[in-house]
């Protein structure tokens, strides 16, 4: 059964911390994504990696950075978090195939607020 | 996503087929992809169509693709309450490594006894 996990399910933290949200997949995948879903909005893509040490900004990257040191974790960093930063986070992992439908897997989400 | 839109909100009786449906900007998109997300989880793949395609029926679900007006509809027949969750259209510009998808903005479904 393939997976992808989060380390946070809820997160409570203050303006101007580092917060760091973990993901992990265990399906060997090439492709992480972050994203940050809110009402009305839907997914918008914060950052994604395509290889170990890879990354690429999605559409809104500002305020946020990442790391993949590892082929199976990928890591979201607010380097000092803000208020509208409070939102729900979604990894995602998907292989590198090019020629398919390529499901994207999904992570339960954490559910961040900045106070 | 603003190249993808969905509306908010969409109710129905059990029993009864439900639509919802979603437009897109890009006519590169090769598939097109609905999502569906449970309260307090993560998103799961319900169903896809590749863009030759204009049809698609998987048990209960049909998905209906049109390319000139760059619409896709999502068809539940015999709605159940467990059906009740949101609804994401995605798509996928080109061929691109990255398996990049674009989502809208999700529709809520919401399922009445």
């Known amino acids: 059964d393939v997976k992808v996990t989060q380390s946070s399910r809820y997160l409570v933290k203050r303006t101007g911390e580092k917060v760091f949200l973990e993901c992990v997949q265990d399906?060997?995948?090439?492709?992480m994504f972050w994203y940050r879903q809110d009402p009305g909005l839907g997914l918008r893509l914060i950052y994604f990696?395509?290889?170990?040490?890879?990354?690429e900004k999605g559409d809104i990257p500002e305020g946020y950075s990442v790391s993949r040191e590892k082929k199976e974790r990928f890591s979201l960093i607010l380097e000092s978090a803000s208020t509208n930063q409070t939102s729900m986070y979604l990894c995602?992992?998907?292989?590198?195939?090019?020629?398919?439908?390529?499901?994207?897997?999904f992570g339960p989400g954490t559910r961040l607020t900045v106070l | 996503g603003e190249d993808v839109e969905q509306s908010l909100f969409r109710s129905v009786r059990e029993g009864d087929s439900s639509v919802i449906n979603c437009t897109y900007t890009?006519?590169?998109?090769?598939?097109l992809y609905w999502y569906k997300q449970e309260p307090g989880a993560g998103l799961q793949l319900l169903t896809y169509?590749?863009?030759?395609?204009d049809m698609k029926q998987d048990q209960r679900l049909t998905v209906l693709l049109n390319k000139k007006d760059k619409h896709l509809s999502l068809r539940i027949a015999d709605t159940q309450t467990g059906d009740s969750a949101i609804y994401f259209c995605?798509?996928?510009?080109?061929?691109?490594?990255?398996?990049?998808?674009?989502f809208g903005g999700g529709t809520r479904l919401m399922v009445k006894p």
């Open positions: 169509i590749f863009s030759n395609m």
């Open positions: 399906m060997d995948h090439e492709n």
């Open positions: 890009d006519s590169s998109s090769t598939y």
């Open positions: 990696s395509y290889d170990v040490k890879m990354k």
């Open positions: 995602a992992s998907t292989p590198r195939q090019r020629w398919s439908y390529n499901e994207q897997f």
């Open positions: 995605a798509e996928r510009k080109g061929h691109n490594a990255g398996n990049m998808l674009t």
